[in-house]
């Protein structure tokens, strides 16, 4: 029997892709990354034993930290608005599901993420909760070996599945917190660790109108209320170097030009401009044709609608129709 092995948190989406693979005729080893606390470990063995299904707990808090939080804090530090979940699914998530799978003689990885795989080649998912865009930094080892069971489906249709299993984990609520921030206060996260950014200025066109509570506070396209009498304006840029941000009006925040920074890409990396669809965002409606321009580890994507308010540190995730192409990091404007 074909092993498999799962990212397995208990919860509603592993619970049902475990049994989806099981019926497909795999034998799934689950893999718990234990980075929260005794409860959620221990829910994590309890359902894992329910379902028969055998699983290793592995503890992630030094290489979460190393590879994930770290590099979370300096880049918000730097006025950019990271994405922690596209950082840790390369070299945390799929990293320790592959050198288990290595272990274990496994052929395959698998998580409850919603897009699809094949061949070696990743696609979105179901257009009501795609996650494609969270995947768009994966290695080519690790889409290769990667089964995404959940990518036909919608979440309700996923929450059906689970009534009629009967799982525990059928009605539990989605987790929408940074998983090492359980209480979603990520400034206060910050301000824990270490010295943090000091005051300074809010400039609109030019010209000091308030003063900020410091840059890691804030990111690009956020209204600031009450700054500016009569109209409503919105942060356009940070900048880092001289501790100000900038402010703009609704009109003024939207970009044809985008430059993305250490491009990952998930098929041979082109070497002449490519037409594709960008996102800039993890949205469901954002995505304008484009053209992208390889040049070395980065690349210059011009699209042919302007997209709102890119930010600094977020991702810009190429697409070739549903096929996900890969992304890199957003530059400063």
Known sequence: ????????????????????????????????????????RQAAVEAARQRG??????????????????????????????????????????????????????EFIATGHYARSKDGRIYK????????????????????????PLGAYEKSQVRAMAEELELPSAHKPDSMEICFIPDKDYISWLESRGPVPSQGDFIFHGEPVGRHEGIYRYTVGQRRPGLIEGRKVYISRIDPLANSIELALWEELFRTEVIARDF??????PTSPIRAS????????????????PQGDRVRIVCDEPVRSPAAGQSAVLYDGDRLLGGGFICAG
């Open 1 to 40: 029997m074909t092993k498999v092995v799962l990212g397995f948190s208990g919860g509603v989406d592993s619970a049902v892709s475990a049994e989806l693979l099981k019926k497909q005729g795999f034998h799934v080893l689950g893999l718990y990354l234990d980075n929260a606390g005794q409860a959620e």
């Open 53 to 106: 299904i055998e699983l290793e707990v592995l503890d992630v808090h030094a290489l979460l930290e190393e590879q994930v939080c770290r590099p979370f804090r300096e880049s918000y530090l730097r006025g950019e608005t990271p994405n922690p979940c596209i950082i840790c699914n390369p070299s945390v998530k799929f990293k320790c599901l592959l050198d288990y799978a290595r272990r274990a003689g496994a």
């Open 125 to 148: 998912g179901h257009p009501s909760n795609d996650q494609s865009y969270m995947l768009c930094r994966l290695t080519g080892e690790q889409a290769e070996r990667l089964l995404l």
């Open 264 to 269: 990952s890409w998930l098929t041979e990396p």
């Open 278 to 293: 960008v996102r800039v965002r993890h949205t469901k409606w954002e995505n304008p044709p484009c053209t992208a321009y």
